[in-house]
Structures are given as structure tokens and as C-alpha cells.
């Protein structure tokens, strides 16, 4: 394995509070677009398509991707990402307060944004366990302290965004989280380089474009661990999508007073998953991780919108959602390790983008299909399909050959990749 000559923590010091900034900004792009669309047009069906067009483009970048990042380099694919979703998103207040923000435009914007998003976050993720490395720290303990990181800012930024969108409305709100993109691109440009550990290859090297392309998805493929895990997790982010951009806005406005509620749910999964987060981080090597994945999936989705259907009300909902906030805490960080482990440092870019947009597909569907059922179905009945299929999709890890694949032991020690399939 490729070492470093002395350990240095301050790069990856910095990744962590970049990604801290740009996560508690960009909540309140979770939260205000749809509140805005919901104010303006009164339309579940139209807040979808704002959905869609948001994460569609996320889904193409990643689909697109990898190779693009090994080209420019981690650091630059990070500035330039972070850079162009604040000039996007800081567009959204410029043109309210200019009366001239349209539907179309709003559509247009959220959409510049969501392409050059993936990108970016794919290449911090890729210089994790390079920084973790650098800093002489186990990957487990550093992906558990990345992810508590987000959880945190998540915890943060979601109530934020309901006490500003309260203050100064859910256009003017969103220039915080131009803000803290064009923050997170100081961070990165000025205090991490992508300096590649001694003895690694040089990014980019070998196959051209497609091929590289070609390379990464060829490998997931061949990868049946990590593929089952994807499809799981392409199913469990749509419905989140529906339940986020959707179902919560909806039910927040009809029957929890407002956007304060969004904040403060969104803010509790948040803060409780930042515990389950820092929880695994201290304990989670010591427990089988296939269990772990299982019992934290099958508690962290399908609770949430069982409840909101069945006992509608803050309260139980806030406190549903703690719960599942706790196994969603373990769930990022139990498969960032699996992926460092099973995946060559020369093809983390292309895996991991493919693993992005793999988990990510079904994501534009989520929100507009979601749309579209409350606007038809209802709200109570939209809640009860997603927690049915919320609920069958966690438990497939039972029957699915593939995720046995955990209970093995791993080809070596420390993070060690499998055998690496021949490229198409």
C-alpha cells in the first residue's frame, strides 16, 4: 500500500469543516425550494418537478463523471463544483429580489446546481481515505467522523433554514447557501492538495474517456457486494427524495404550522444521526457489518412516514425520527468502509461515480412521482405506499444472496481491495 512520509491532519481538518459549511447551506436549498414553490404555486405537483429537475442533472454528473475528476484533479473538481452551485443558487434570491424569478428559471437554476453538485461531492469523498491516510488515521474512525460531520451540519442547518425562512423568506434564505458553497471552495482550493501518496499512479492514466468510463462501471458489475448494495440504496433515496421534497412540506403546511416543522424534523434526524454517527465511530468495528447494515436500515426509513400516516402530529413524528436518526447515523459509514475496502485506490474516482449515480437514478422519480400521488391520492395514502415499499426493500438484505458476501472475511487486512475485474 502507498505510504506518506509524516502524517499532517490539517488537510483533512479542512475537508471535514468545508464539508460541515456546505452541508448546512445547502439544507437550506432542501428546504426553502420546495417551501417556495409550495408558497407560490400551491401545487405538490410542481414542487416534484422541481425535485426532478434538481437531482436529474445530479444523476447524469454522476453518471458521466469519474473519468472528469481523475482529469482535473480532486481539488479543482471540488472548487469549480462548490464555485458554480453558488453563482446558481445565490441566482435564485438576485432575480426574486428583481422580480424577475420565474418557475422556468427556478427549474433552470436548481439544475445548474444539481450537475456540478455530484461531481464535487463525489472528489471530497475520493480524498477521504487519502487525507485519513495522510493524517495516519484508521478510514473507519475518519468516514465515521466525516459523516458525524454532515449529520451535524445537517442538525445545524435544518432548523436554520426554518427560523430564516420564517425571518426573510425562502428566496431570500438561499444566499446563505450561496455562501457557504463559495466557502467550502476556499477551504478546499486553499488548504487541500491533491497530492497522491508515494508510489501511487497518476490519475487518469491508462484507457481513454469511455474507456476509464467503461472501466468503473465494469467493476461495480463485477463487484456483486457492492452493486446489491446500490440497488438497495437507489430504491431507499428515492423514497427519502419523496419524503423530503414532498410529503414533509405537504404535511408541515396542512398539519404541523409551517416551515419551522420541516426544520425541526429534519433537524432531529439530523442531530440523532450525528450521535449514531459518532456511536459507530467509537464501536462500530467491533460488530458484524451486514447485522449492522440490516437492523440500522430497517429502523431508519419506513418509521417515519408509518407515523405520519398514522399518527399525524408533531410530536410522535419528531420522536419517530429520532430513532431513525440514530440507525441512520451507522448506515453512511458502514458502507464508505466497505467501498475503501473493496475498491482500488487507482479506480475510486470511476467506482465511486458510479456509485453515485447508481444510487442516485431513481432519485428525480422520487420527488415527481410523489408529487403527482398527493396531488391525485392524497397525502395519508402516499404516506402509507412509501412506507410499504420503504419497508420490503429493507428487508431484502435477508434473502439476497449477495449481501452474504459481508459475513466473509475480508481478502487481507486493513483496507484491502478485492481482486480487480478485467476492464470491458
Same mark, same amino acid.
Given at each position: 500500500?502507498?505510504?506518506?512520509?509524516? =502524517?499532517?491532519?490539517?488537510?483533512?481538518?479542512?475537508?471535514?469543516?468545508?464539508?460541515?459549511?456546505?452541508?448546512?447551506?445547502?439544507?437550506?436549498?432542501?428546504?426553502?425550494?420546495?417551501?417556495?414553490?409550495?408558497?407560490?404555486?400551491?401545487?405538490?405537483?410542481?414542487?416534484?418537478?422541481?425535485?426532478?429537475?434538481?437531482?436529474?442533472?445530479?444523476?447524469?454528473?454522476?453518471?458521466?463523471? /469519474?473519468?472528469?475528476?481523475?482529469?482535473?484533479?480532486?481539488?479543482?473538481?471540488?472548487?469549480?463544483?462548490?464555485?458554480?452551485?453558488?453563482?446558481?443558487?445565490?441566482?435564485?434570491?438576485?432575480?426574486?429580489?428583481?422580480?424577475?424569478?420565474?418557475?422556468?428559471?427556478?427549474?433552470?437554476?436548481?439544475?445548474?446546481?444539481?450537475?456540478?453538485?455530484?461531481? /464535487?461531492?463525489?472528489?471530497?469523498?475520493?480524498?477521504? =481515505?487519502?487525507?485519513?491516510?495522510?493524517?495516519?488515521?484508521?478510514?473507519?474512525?475518519?468516514?465515521?467522523?466525516?459523516?458525524?460531520?454532515?449529520?451535524?451540519?445537517?442538525?445545524?442547518?435544518?432548523?436554520?433554514?426554518?427560523?430564516?425562512?420564517?425571518?426573510?423568506?425562502?428566496?431570500?434564505?438561499?444566499?446563505?447557501?450561496?455562501?457557504?458553497?463559495?466557502?467550502?471552495?476556499?477551504?478546499?482550493?486553499?488548504?487541500?492538495?491533491?497530492?497522491?501518496?508515494?508510489?501511487?499512479?497518476?490519475?487518469?492514466?491508462?484507457?481513454?474517456?469511455?474507456?476509464?468510463?467503461?472501466?468503473?462501471?465494469?467493476?461495480?458489475?463485477?463487484?456483486?457486494?457492492?452493486?446489491?448494495?446500490?440497488?438497495?440504496?437507489?430504491?431507499?433515496?428515492?423514497?427519502?427524495?419523496?419524503?423530503?421534497?414532498?410529503?414533509?412540506?405537504?404535511?408541515?403546511?396542512?398539519?404541523?404550522?409551517?416551515?419551522?416543522?420541516?426544520?425541526?424534523?429534519?433537524?432531529?434526524?439530523?442531530?440523532?444521526?450525528?450521535?449514531?454517527?459518532?456511536?459507530?465511530?467509537?464501536?462500530?468495528?467491533?460488530? =458484524?457489518?451486514?447485522?449492522?447494515?440490516?437492523?440500522?436500515?430497517?429502523?431508519?426509513?419506513?418509521?417515519?412516514?408509518?407515523?405520519?400516516?398514522?399518527?399525524?402530529?408533531?410530536?410522535?413524528?419528531?420522536?419517530?425520527?429520532?430513532?431513525?436518526?440514530?440507525?441512520?447515523?451507522?448506515?453512511?459509514?458502514?458502507?464508505?468502509?466497505?467501498?475503501?475496502?473493496?475498491?482500488?485506490?487507482?479506480?475510486?474516482?470511476?467506482?465511486?461515480?458510479?456509485?453515485?449515480?447508481?444510487?442516485?437514478?431513481?432519485?428525480?422519480?422520487?420527488?415527481?412521482?410523489?408529487?403527482?400521488?398527493?396531488?391525485?391520492?392524497?397525502?395519508?395514502?402516499?404516506?402509507?405506499?412509501?412506507?410499504?415499499?420503504?419497508?420490503?426493500?429493507?428487508?431484502?438484505?435477508?434473502?439476497?444472496?449477495?449481501?452474504?458476501?459481508?459475513?466473509?472475511?475480508?481478502?487481507?487486512?486493513?483496507?484491502?481491495?478485492?481482486?480487480?475485474?478485467?476492464?470491458?
Amino acid at each position: 500500500m502507498p505510504t506518506y512520509d509524516t =502524517p499532517e491532519r490539517r488537510p483533512l481538518g479542512l475537508l471535514l469543516t468545508a464539508n460541515v459549511i456546505s452541508v448546512s447551506g445547502n439544507m437550506l436549498t432542501v428546504v426553502a425550494v420546495p417551501w417556495l414553490v409550495l408558497q407560490s404555486t400551491g401545487s405538490p405537483a410542481r414542487a416534484g418537478l422541481v425535485a426532478f429537475a434538481s437531482t436529474l442533472p445530479v444523476v447524469l454528473a454522476a453518471l458521466l463523471g /469519474g473519468p472528469l475528476i481523475d482529469r482535473l484533479g480532486l481539488t479543482v473538481s471540488s472548487v469549480v463544483s462548490d464555485t458554480v452551485c453558488a453563482l446558481a443558487i445565490g441566482a435564485v434570491p438576485v432575480l426574486h429580489m428583481a422580480g424577475a424569478l420565474s418557475y422556468g428559471a427556478l427549474l433552470g437554476l436548481v439544475a445548474v446546481a444539481g450537475l456540478f453538485h455530484a461531481p /464535487g461531492e463525489t472528489a471530497r469523498e475520493v480524498l477521504l =481515505p487519502r487525507l485519513a491516510q495522510r493524517a495516519g488515521m484508521d478510514f473507519t474512525r475518519a468516514s465515521s467522523f466525516y459523516e458525524s460531520a454532515s449529520r451535524g451540519a445537517r442538525m445545524l442547518g435544518a432548523p436554520l433554514a426554518g427560523v430564516l425562512i420564517a425571518a426573510v423568506g425562502a428566496a431570500d434564505a438561499l444566499l446563505v447557501d450561496a455562501g457557504s458553497f463559495a466557502a467550502s471552495a476556499l477551504l478546499v482550493g486553499l488548504g487541500v492538495r491533491d497530492r497522491r501518496p508515494a508510489g501511487a499512479a497518476p490519475a487518469g492514466q491508462g484507457p481513454g474517456y469511455l474507456g476509464q468510463l467503461r472501466e468503473g462501471y465494469a467493476y461495480l458489475w463485477a463487484a456483486r457486494l457492492l452493486l446489491a448494495v446500490v440497488g438497495m440504496v437507489m430504491v431507499t433515496n428515492a423514497l427519502d427524495q419523496a419524503w423530503s421534497a414532498v410529503l414533509l412540506p405537504v404535511e408541515a403546511r396542512e398539519h404541523l404550522h409551517g416551515a419551522q416543522s420541516i426544520g425541526l424534523v429534519s433537524g432531529a434526524m439530523g442531530g440523532a444521526a450525528l450521535v449514531g454517527s459518532v456511536l459507530y465511530g467509537f464501536f462500530g468495528q467491533r460488530l =458484524p457489518r451486514r447485522g449492522l447494515f440490516i437492523a440500522a436500515f430497517l429502523v431508519c426509513g419506513f418509521p417515519r412516514t408509518a407515523v405520519a400516516a398514522l399518527l399525524p402530529g408533531l410530536t410522535p413524528l419528531l420522536v419517530t425520527t429520532v430513532v431513525c436518526g440514530l440507525a441512520a447515523g451507522v448506515l453512511n459509514p458502514v458502507i464508505g468502509t466497505e467501498l475503501v475496502r473493496l475498491v482500488p485506490e487507482r479506480l475510486r474516482s470511476r467506482v465511486f461515480g458510479a456509485t453515485t449515480s447508481g444510487v442516485l437514478v431513481a432519485v428525480p422519480l422520487g420527488g415527481l412521482l410523489a408529487g403527482y400521488l398527493v396531488q391525485y391520492a392524497g397525502l395519508r395514502a402516499s404516506l402509507l405506499v412509501v412506507s410499504g415499499i420503504y419497508l420490503v426493500t429493507t428487508l431484502s438484505p435477508l434473502v439476497l444472496p449477495a449481501f452474504r458476501q459481508w459475513d466473509a472475511p475480508p481478502p487481507g487486512t486493513g483496507v484491502t481491495p478485492v481482486q480487480e475485474p478485467a476492464a470491458a
